[in-house]
Structures are given as C-alpha cells and as structure tokens.
C-alpha cells in the first residue's frame, strides 16, 4: 500500500501578507515560507498509517520552485520514504498542479492520494477533486477521520452541521480537514536522517503536461479597513442608533 501525499510551500500561516503596492499580487519577498498546514496534516496522517503497518511507502510530492526542496525536506522529516520535486518557476494554477499530480500518480500507482483541502495562498479548494476526476477516482474531501481497509477506505468528512461516513473503492483521493490529526514536532535527528532520504527531480517536460494558465489575476486588493466600533450606555440607545445611524432595523 503506497501512499502519495502533495505538499505545497506557502506563505507561512503566522506571516500577515502584503499586497504589492501596483496590487498585482501578493508580496512574498523576504516572507518565511512553511508547508500548508493542511498538507502537513496529510503528511502526519500517511507517516501514521505507514506506522501502524497499514501502508508500505510514503511518498511525497511538491510541485514549484528549487525551494520546494526545503518543504519536501520537512516532509522527510516528518518520516515520509522518499520525495519527487517537479520543478519550475510558473506559476501554478490548480488544473495544472491536477495534472501534473496525474502525471506522477500514474508513473507511482499509489493506492492512496492524500492532499489538502486547501492551499492557505490562493484559498482555491480545487485540485484535489480536480484531481479525483481526472483520474476517475473516488473521492474524499474535508476528511476528520480516515481507516484504511484492505480494498477500501471509510473517511469520515466535516459537512455542514454534522458528519459523513463514505466508504471508498481504492485507489482514492483524500483532501485533509483540520481535525485529522495535530502533525508531530520535529526533532533534530530527524532533520538529520531526511538529508539521506532520496529526492528525485522532474520537469513538466518529461511529464508531458500542459501548465498554461487559464485565469488572469486581474488585482489583488487589502480587505476594507474595518471602521472603530463604540460604546452604547444601553439597549434603547443601542437600538436608536441601529434605526437611525446604521439604518439596520
Ligand atoms: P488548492 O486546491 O490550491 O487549495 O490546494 C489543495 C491541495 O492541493 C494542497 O493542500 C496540496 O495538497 C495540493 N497542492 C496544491 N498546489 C500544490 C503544489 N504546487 N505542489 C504540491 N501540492 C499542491
């Protein structure tokens, strides 16, 4: 039972972004990059399953710039077997990072395709059923709980209001909700072992897959600064200044 589990390097979740002044993008100079937090929860949830002695290999892949390297790193690290970095310096949408995970999935035949749910950069939420439906597989998104059985998966998923419990026919996608499971801390021999782990390199050419990009990022904008709020001494004032301030009620 092999496992694939994509990783992304991002914005680390503690860094608060900036728009660039000509509001193109986001300004990612000098910021402190990290793994998305939900792709390290994927990475803990494979390493855990391989643990238990319910998978046999666990693979991860990054797709993007040399500096990829440092996250696959990371997800050796954690106790991942090996790491495939397809790299390039163009900017990735979601179709493109499904396709080329496509690519590797049928060259890796994994039985589990574990991601998550979302990038914290572009917020997209799409590439891992993207993912599933290029390759015609079943999915299994904003998972919380997941057993693997010997043809099949059951997850369960976060859903409005409640829970879901879908059994899935492997090979299967998973995207990774919050709840899954809190990733472990690494500690230095760890860092150490991961050096010596392999880390094969890859190019969308030889993979054959077309990255151009289909969205234009029109611009890219500060949320409104919020006004400051202030005091009422009681309901009736607070309800005055509803009805004749804020016009609400
Ligand atoms: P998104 O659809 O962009 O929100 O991303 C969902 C998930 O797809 C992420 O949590 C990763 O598991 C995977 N993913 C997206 N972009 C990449 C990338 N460049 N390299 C590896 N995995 C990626």
Request: hydrophobic share 45%; glycine share 4%.
């Given at each position: 039972?092999?496992?694939?589990?994509?990783?992304?390097?991002?914005?680390?979740?503690?860094?608060?972004?900036?728009?660039?002044?000509?509001?193109?993008?986001?300004?990612?100079?000098?910021?402190?990059?990290?793994?998305?937090?939900?792709?390290?929860?994927?990475?803990?949830?494979?390493?855990?399953?391989?643990?238990?002695?319910?998978?046999?290999?666990?693979?991860?892949?990054?797709?993007?710039?040399?500096?990829?390297?440092?996250?696959?790193?990371?997800?050796?690290?954690?106790?991942a077997d090996r790491a495939?970095?397809?790299?390039?310096?163009?900017?990735?949408?979601?179709?493109?990072?499904?396709?080329?995970?496509?690519?590797?999935?049928?060259?890796?035949?994994?039985?589990?395709?574990?991601?998550?749910?979302?990038?914290?950069?572009?917020?997209?939420?799409?590439?891992?059923?993207?993912?599933?439906a290029l390759m015609q597989?079943?999915?299994?998104?904003?998972?919380?709980?997941?057993?693997?059985?010997?043809?099949?998966?059951?997850?369960?998923?976060?859903?409005?209001?409640?829970?879901?419990?879908?059994?899935?026919?492997?090979?299967?996608?998973?995207?990774?909700?919050?709840?899954?499971?809190?990733?472990?801390?690494?500690?230095?021999?760890?860092?150490?072992?991961?050096?010596?782990?392999?880390?094969?390199?890859?190019?969308?050419?030889?993979?054959?897959?077309?990255?151009?990009?289909?969205?234009?990022?029109?611009?890219?904008t500060e949320p409104a600064?919020?006004?400051?709020?202030?005091?009422?001494?009681?309901?009736?004032?607070?309800?005055?200044?509803?009805?004749?301030?804020?016009?609400?009620?």
């Amino acid at each position: 039972m092999k496992i694939l589990v994509a990783v992304k390097r991002v914005v680390d979740y503690n860094v608060k972004v900036r728009v660039k002044p000509d509001e193109s993008d986001v300004d990612i100079g000098n910021v402190k990059m990290s793994m998305n937090p939900f792709d390290e929860i994927a990475v803990e949830e494979a390493v855990r399953l391989k643990e238990a002695g319910k998978a046999t290999e666990v693979v991860v892949v990054s797709l993007g710039v040399k500096q990829c390297e440092e996250t696959l790193r990371t997800a050796l690290a954690m106790g991942a077997d090996r790491a495939i970095h397809v790299e390039t310096d163009e900017k990735l949408e979601p179709l493109a990072v499904a396709k080329l995970l496509k690519a590797v999935a049928e060259t890796e035949q994994p039985q589990l395709l574990l991601l998550g749910k979302q990038a914290i950069d572009d917020d997209a939420n799409q590439t891992a059923q993207m993912l599933a439906a290029l390759m015609q597989l079943a999915q299994g998104t904003f998972t919380s709980k997941i057993e693997l059985k010997a043809d099949e998966v059951l997850v369960t998923r976060e859903i409005d209001g409640g829970q879901e419990q879908l059994a899935l026919k492997l090979p299967a996608v998973i995207s990774t909700d919050l709840r899954l499971n809190e990733p472990r801390y690494i500690k230095l021999p760890n860092i150490m072992q991961a050096k010596k782990k392999p880390l094969e390199k890859k190019t969308v050419a030889e993979l054959g897959v077309d990255i151009s990009p289909r969205l234009v990022q029109l611009k890219v904008t500060e949320p409104a600064e919020r006004a400051a709020g202030i005091r009422v001494g009681n309901v009736a004032e607070l309800a005055d200044r509803l009805h004749h301030e804020a016009k609400v009620i």
